[in-house]
T-cell receptor, first 115, second 116 residues
């Protein structure tokens, strides 16, 4: 079945450590996204990528980095510069261009806790 | 900046009742709207969408209504079931600048609780 796989589902990190969250999709979608979700809030866009080897900052990119070396993969690194990294992180993908309706397909999320 | 928001953060209904979840948006250029359902600890799931050239769209047990005059969107769930309990988000895409990508702006979400 086609879909988006995020790993790990739960991750604990000590302060000062970088961590990388994995996101893989087999939907043949061009665009991929990372959102952050905090309790009582909607989803906020961290980074997005329209095509391989290209990505753009979203609304809250500070303290995060991404790469897009393959169409299927869009890993997110939460760096030590991110002051409040504890959150639920959601990866999504969508079609691009004329066929794009705007609908996002989401993974199951990764919950990061900083100890 | 533009935003999408919800009138009510929580909604409790009895099983079998109809539910109505509301959403206000401020970007008059918004041309595409989506409702997502998110169960605890999971990613959002698509429920139904509507384009700005429509006023109403129906799915299975769900209806989305769009009032562009007052920039209001609603999701109606018929015969609500306990399995409908979740957080519901509205989102909009303004397709700003002609760049056709799925950069959605999400509202805060409404918690729907269905009592048996």
């Amino acid at each position: 079945d086609g879909g988006i796989t995020q790993s790990p589902k739960y991750l604990f990190r000590k302060e000062g450590q970088n961590v990388t969250l994995s996101c893989e999709q087999n939907l043949n979608h061009d665009a991929m996204y990372w959102y952050r979700q905090d309790p009582g809030q909607g989803l906020r866009l961290i980074y997005y990528s329209q095509i391989v080897n290209d990505f753009q900052k979203g609304d809250i990119a500070e303290g995060y980095s991404v790469s897009r070396e393959k169409k299927e993969s869009f890993p997110l690194t939460v760096t030590s510069a991110q002051k409040n990294p504890t959150a639920f992180y959601l990866c999504a993908s969508s079609k691009w261009g004329a066929s794009n309706t705007g609908e996002l397909f989401f993974g199951e999320g990764s919950r990061l806790t900083v100890l | 900046g533009e935003s999408v928001g919800l009138h009510l953060p929580t909604l409790s209904v009895q099983e079998g009742d109809n539910s109505i979840i509301n959403c206000a948006y401020s970007n008059s250029a918004s041309d595409y709207f989506i409702w997502y359902k998110q169960e605890s600890g999971k990613g959002p799931q698509f429920i139904i969408d509507i384009r700005s050239n429509m006023d109403k769209r129906q799915g299975q047990r769900v209806t989305v209504l769009l009032n562009k005059t007052v920039k209001h969107l609603s999701l109606q769930i018929a015969a609500t079931q306990p399995g409908d309990s979740a957080v519901y988000f509205c989102a909009e895409n303004s397709n700003a600048g002609g760049t056709s990508y799925g950069k959605l702006t999400f509202g805060q979400g409404t918690i729907l609780t269905v009592h048996p």
